[in-house]
């Protein structure tokens, strides 16, 4: 099995920046895509950024600009920098990772981003 724990979100004003990272422990052979997710009140839960084990990116159209994903190989960890956070950005952002051979998914519990005005 593998644990995610994730940190770093909170309150913060518009414009204002946060860094989330999410650490991965256990029973890891290899961690492919690593990559953020965020669910708003009412919405789906949507893609914002990933990242693969080449260190290539792929952002949300909403995020491109603003968001830049980062991962630490040696510590099994991603992170998102976020600036420019807008009103819009509010949501529980999820961790997730893709893990060894066979591709086995696992989720973070999640971490709340509150963008006021």
């Known amino acids: 099995q593998v644990q995610l724990v994730e940190s770093g979100g909170g309150l913060v004003q518009s414009g204002g920046s946060l860094r989330l990272s999410c650490a991965a422990s256990?029973?890891?052979?290899?961690?492919?895509?690593m990559g953020w997710y965020r669910q708003a009140d009412g919405k789906q839960r949507e893609l914002v950024a990933n990242i693969d084990n080449g260190g290539s990116q792929n952002y949300a159209d909403s995020v491109k600009g603003r968001f830049s994903i980062s991962r630490d190989n040696a510590k099994n960890t991603v992170y998102l920098q976020m600036n420019s956070l807008k009103i819009e950005d509010t949501a529980v952002y999820y961790c997730k990772v893709v893990v060894g051979p066979w591709g086995s998914t696992y989720w973070g519990q999640g971490t709340q981003v509150t963008v006021s005005s």
């Open positions: 256990g029973r890891i052979f290899r961690i492919n895509t």
